[in-house]
Nanobody
Framework: VQLQASGGGLVQAGGSLRLSCAAH????????MGWYRQVPEKQRELVAS???????NYADSVKGRFIISRDAFKNTVYLQMNSLKPEDTGSYYC?????????WGQGTQVTVSS
């Protein structure tokens, strides 16, 4: 699955950003789509995911602040990030899990200044 992520940027603490991930196929046919965050010298970690059935899952650190959603007509998954904190800073990657295959989009940088 080809994925194109966008929407990153520089924001002050407490601000909001919305990331978008456009897939080049019907996202309802993709088992799970998710957003991951990576910072230097650390493993990529799952931030939020949404299944083909619409179930969502969030990392504890973002619960209540981030919302993952999708627009099936646009084949796009969004990550609305509110009340951003400096520790949310990182490269955010969109991922699509289809069967046993995991595809990745390019990263989009999110920087939250204090």
């Amino acid at each position: 699955v080809q994925l194109q992520a966008s929407g990153g940027g520089l924001v002050q603490a407490g601000g909001s950003l919305r990331l978008s991930c456009a897939a080049h196929r019907n996202i309802l046919s993709i088992d799970v789509m998710g957003w991951y965050r990576q910072v230097p010298e650390k493993q990529r970690e799952l931030v939020a995911s949404i299944t083909s059935g619409g179930s969502t899952n969030y990392a504890d650190s973002v619960k209540g602040r981030f919302i993952i959603s999708r627009d099936a007509f646009k084949n796009t998954v969004y990550l609305q990030m509110n009340s951003l904190k400096p520790e949310d800073t990182g490269s955010y990657y969109c991922a699509a899990l289809l069967g046993s295959k995991n595809d990745w989009g390019q990263g989009t940088q999110v920087t939250v200044s204090s």
